[in-house]
């Protein structure tokens, strides 16, 4: 058990329409990355989160939106959904913005399947 | 851009063997990770690589990185069954964004009696 929440496990939606899935990091960590796992893609960063505010961006797409609460959960808004975006979302958490070892601990995983 | 190459993307080995894993990263970084995954559960970090010529080993599994030549192994020593999973090599753009994990496409290890 790596220590970072992540709810729903699985989520079955349709095309067009919008899903939350949510992240809570290990106790302590203040930096939240979102990767998304396809098997076209593989496993690609979409973005990350320091203590509330937006640190990096990567192959995040417009429909899709992050943020970082006070509390340092995370959630990770997709919308108007495609069959494309059917995938595993998983959340990871750090310690620092840039830790001694760079190592992330990454939570269970959100199956998403757009029908 | 920065790219992580696999070989092999598939490996069935019998219980026993010896067999490694190999991972070229097309540009300058310095740092190198090994995660393993599960079907369908999350990833486990396995090793954290910082430097050229850093050997590290847990249990059957020793990685190695060569940052000269841009290599990193993954030597798995007889191989048992709970070994069976895939196998990412992963690094980061040096400089670049600590969390933007570049994955290569994974090693897929089947370990068979």
């Known amino acids: 058990d790596s220590g970072v929440t992540q709810t729903p496990k699985h989520l079955i939606t349709a095309t067009g329409q919008r899903v939350t899935l949510r992240c809570s990091p290990r106790?302590?960590?203040?930096?939240v990355y979102w990767y998304q796992q396809s098997l076209d893609q593989g496993l690609q960063f979409l973005i990350q989160?320091?203590?509330?505010?937006?640190?990096a961006k990567g192959n995040i797409l417009e429909r899709f939106s992050a943020q970082q609460f006070p509390d340092l959960h995370s959630e990770l808004n997709l919308s108007s959904l495609e069959l494309g975006d059917s995938a595993l979302y998983f959340c990871?958490?750090?310690?620092?913005?840039?830790?001694?070892?760079?190592?992330?601990?990454f939570g269970e995983g959100s199956r998403l399947t757009v029908l | 851009e920065l790219k992580v190459e696999q070989n092999p993307l598939f490996l069935s080995m019998q219980e026993g063997k010896n067999y490694t894993i190999y991972c070229n990263y097309s540009?300058?970084?310095?740092?190198l990770y090994w995660y393993r995954q599960d079907p369908g559960k999350s990833l486990e970090s396995l090793f954290v690589?910082?430097?050229?010529?850093a050997v590290k080993q847990e249990g059957r599994l020793m990685a190695s990185l060569d940052t000269k030549a841009r290599l990193s192994t993954l030597h798995i020593t007889a191989a048992v069954h709970d070994l069976s999973a895939t196998y990412f090599c992963v690094t980061t753009a040096l400089g670049g964004s600590q969390g933007n994990l570049i994955f290569g496409k994974g090693t897929k290890l089947s370990v068979k009696p």
């Open positions: 990871a958490s750090s310690t620092v913005p840039r830790s001694d070892t760079g190592e992330l601990f």
């Open positions: 690589l910082l430097s050229n010529g």
């Open positions: 106790s302590g960590d203040l930096s």
């Open positions: 540009t300058t970084s310095d740092r």
């Open positions: 989160y320091y203590n509330g505010e937006e640190r």
